[in-house]
């Protein structure tokens, strides 16, 4: 059974920083392109990071380039998302998504952890 753990979310000011992680279990995380997504409130669902495997490409959303930092560890089926010098207009629930990259229309996603930016 798919499973994820999806943690480190919370309130920040901004300027602030926050790390998200994302545990999965009931899949072979290691050939699943794992990606972050977010959604604001009255907001479509937006790509925020993708990471690749093998290879470990790595693709940014324009809005949280040199801020954000993508990475994932598959010997502890976990990714992360390093968030710095956050600001306001990143406040929206985060999710964790998997992609099977031997059959894409296999798709897994998170619960959504909450991330707000506000003094």
């Known amino acids: 059974q798919v499973h994820f753990v999806e943690s480190g979310g919370g309130l920040v000011q901004p300027g602030g920083s926050l790390r998200l992680s994302c545990a999965a279990s009931?899949?072979?995380?290691?050939?699943?392109?794992m990606t972050w997504y977010r959604q604001a409130p009255g907001k479509e669902r937006e790509l925020v990071a993708r990471?690749?495997?093998?290879?470990?490409?790595?693709t940014y959303a324009d809005s949280v380039k040199g801020r954000f930092t993508i990475s994932r560890d598959n010997a502890q089926n976990t990714m992360f998302l390093q968030m710095n010098s956050l600001k306001p207009e990143d406040t929206a629930v985060y999710y964790c998504?998997?992609?099977?990259?031997?059959?894409?229309?296999?798709?897994?996603w998170g619960q959504g952890i909450q991330v707000t930016v506000s003094a």
């Open positions: 998504n998997a992609r099977s990259i031997l059959i894409a229309t296999i798709n897994y």
């Open positions: 009931g899949f072979t995380f290691s050939s699943y392109t």
């Open positions: 990471i690749t495997t093998p290879g470990g490409g790595i």
